[in-house]
């Protein structure tokens, strides 16, 4: 019964913010009506962590100031999506009383771990405050957070906003909202500025810690190429891409570093948060993430131009087949070419797509939108936020990542999905073994050599080997716990991974390190990137 009124009480709390939204605003924060009748916000944990921040904040301390909650976890692509719009609405309302906060919720085991948070706080640019929100285990085994309890919050992302008298104002779930929220601060503002009720001052944003440019900052996805002595390297949290030969001596850079959307020459363009790499006749294309597009470089000229997308997400679910620099597109992770096609990892809307090179018109290729597993035909299938491809005979592998799967699509008839490994959206772990009974966390990277996959296991900070044929896996190298920078084998969130000879070529994100795996001994060594 206790369970059963907590439950009350918190969908009480949800209802009354979505009836203020109803009631309007006019009504509500009128000087001359009696208080708003919002619930109050439950204060913070007082034993819990918080990052990015000297002094944690209380409720009780923010009053007279409008505070915004996001609920988030970093593994999830709808919270990133939020990222940069909660960072532009700080930046609009930096010299008024207005405070962002974050509370992290983790998904997954390794997400509750601070210097991970810390790890992905850096790697998103996040300058306000966040609270790792402690966790406590379900009788079903489950794990929630006490703020995201006491909220009543049930899916990432969820904002919630707070007058300056301490109370919710009303609460909004996923995405997409942003502008509505920009909205309602600024009547708050307006109406408690008009009661002689608002704080002085605005917040002071964290400073951002930045790599310098003669290194790697959170490198995503990889592409080796042998033959042309060439390694290319997604240096994301740099916005560009670094070419090197395979001793690591930097050839080229293209992009200035700035995030941006411009194409041009190689110093000049700008990327944003770039991902995914293939190789097709004399160019390199990139999953420009940041700018959910697909963008072009000549390797001879380093030219940068735009095949697909117009710079910013589709505003439509899931997004509509187009061409070109006309269409929209959502957060593509991952690349592979083939005859004269590109495959697409299209993680915000959990398809598959396909790009025709010549044309550049694109089209969903596998998934219906819908996040979850589902096997079957291509056109009814199901993923959710595949972020990494690879090609292997008829065949493509998908690193399925927030299903902790490894799912195959027949390219060709009869076009069937099947998962080769691994559980659920809440089945993970780190398990040897055979198809259902493998279990995985949030794996991002895949790679094809000699009927093997290696998958990069990001969340157990491994590489593992696959048999598609027997629908087995084995872990590989690493040790199941984050390494440290200094440490060849001890890998931190390895994002992407390429094969090159008889070399296997591992992004390590968090340690802002490129390193090789010998296939024939499994010896590992960190491959030393010079840059001129």
Same mark, same amino acid.
């Given at each position: ?44 944990? /007082? =034993? ?41 609405? @700080?930046?609009?309302?930096?010299? =008024? ?13 390794? @997400?509750?771990?601070? =210097? ?19 966790? !406590?285990?379900? *009788? ?23 007058? *300056? ?9 996923? =995405? ?23 704080? !002085? ?8 810690? /930045? ?25 994301? +949290? ?16 293209? +992009? ?7 194409? $041009? ?52 679910? *899931? ?36 790009? @025709? ?11 219906? $939108? &819908? /996040? /979850? ?28 990542? #927030? ?11 009869? +076009? ?6 691994? +559980?659920?959206?809440?089945?993970? $772990? ?50 199941? &716990?984050? $390494? ?8 931190? #969130? ?39």
């Amino acid at each position: 019964m206790r369970d059963f009124l907590r439950s009350a009480r918190q969908w009480a709390v949800v209802m009354a913010c979505l009836t203020a939204g109803v009631l309007g605003l006019e009504r509500l924060l009128d000087a001359r009506e009696t208080r708003p009748l919002f619930p109050p916000a439950p204060e913070f944990p /007082e =034993e819990a962590t918080w990052l990015n921040t000297d002094a944690p904040p209380t409720l009780v301390s923010l009053r007279g100031r409008v505070v915004l909650l996001d609920f988030w976890t970093f593994c999830c692509i709808n919270c990133l999506h939020t990222l940069p719009g909660l960072a532009e609405m @700080e930046e609009t309302f930096r010299d =008024e009383p207005v405070t962002v906060l974050g509370v992290h919720c983790a998904k997954f085991a390794n @997400e509750a771990q601070p =210097e991970q948070v810390r790890a992905a706080i850096a790697r998103h640019g996040i300058r306000h405050p966040v609270l790792l929100d402690p966790l !406590e285990e379900l *009788p079903t085994g489950r794990i929630r957070g006490r703020t995201w309890d006491a909220y009543g919050v049930r899916t990432w992302p969820t904002l919630v906003l707070i007058d *300056p008298e301490g109370r919710i104002h009303r609460a909004y779930a996923g =995405e997409g909202h942003l502008e509505e929220i920009g909205e309602r601060i600024r009547a708050l503002l307006d109406a408690y500025r008009e009661r002689g009720t608002l704080a !002085e001052g605005g917040a002071s944003p964290a400073r951002l810690e /930045e790599r310098p440019a003669d290194t790697l900052a959170f490198p995503g996805k990889i592409l080796a190429e042998a033959a042309a002595n060439r390694l290319y390297i997604a240096d994301t +949290g740099h916005h560009r891409v670094v070419a090197c030969d395979l001793t690591g001596r930097v050839v080229a850079v293209y +992009g200035s570093g700035e995030a941006g959307m411009r194409d $041009g020459a190689a110093r000049t363009a700008q990327l944003r948060s770039p991902q995914g790499l293939a190789r097709h006749d004399r160019f390199l294309y990139v999953a420009d993430t940041g700018n959910h597009a697909i963008r072009r470089i000549e390797i001879a000229t380093g030219e940068v131009s735009t095949l697909c997308g117009t710079g910013g997400k589709a505003d439509h679910y *899931p997004p509509r087949a187009g061409t070109g620099t006309a269409m929209s597109l959502n957060s593509p992770w991952d690349l592979v070419a083939r005859e004269g096609r590109l495959y697409v990892a299209m993680a915000g809307s959990h398809q598959i797509w396909r790009v @025709e090179i010549v044309s550049a018109s694109a089209t969903p290729f596998a998934g219906t $939108g &819908e /996040e /979850e597993r589902r096997d079957g035909v291509r056109e009814r299938a199901c993923f959710a936020q595949p972020s990494g491809l690879a090609l292997l005979g008829e065949h493509l592998y998908v690193a399925d990542s #927030e299903i902790s799967c490894v799912r195959r699509v027949d390219i060709e008839a009869p +076009g069937a999905v099947v998962t080769v490994v691994g +559980g659920d959206l809440f089945e993970y $772990g780190d398990r040897d073994g055979k198809r259902n009974a493998v279990r995985l966390q949030h794996p991002l990277g895949i790679a094809a050599r000699e009927g093997v996959l290696y998958l990069a296991d990001t969340y157990n900070h491994r590489i593992k080997t696959i048999d598609p044929a027997q629908q087995s896996c084995t872990a590989y190298v690493g040790s199941g &716990e984050p $390494g440290a920078s200094d440490d060849p084998a001890g890998f931190n #969130e390895p994002g992407g991974v390429s094969v090159s000879g008889d070399t296997l070529y591992v992004a390590d994100t968090n340690n802002h390190a490129i390193r090789a795996v010998d296939l024939r001994t499994g010896a590992v060594r960190t491959l030393a990137i010079t840059f001129p």
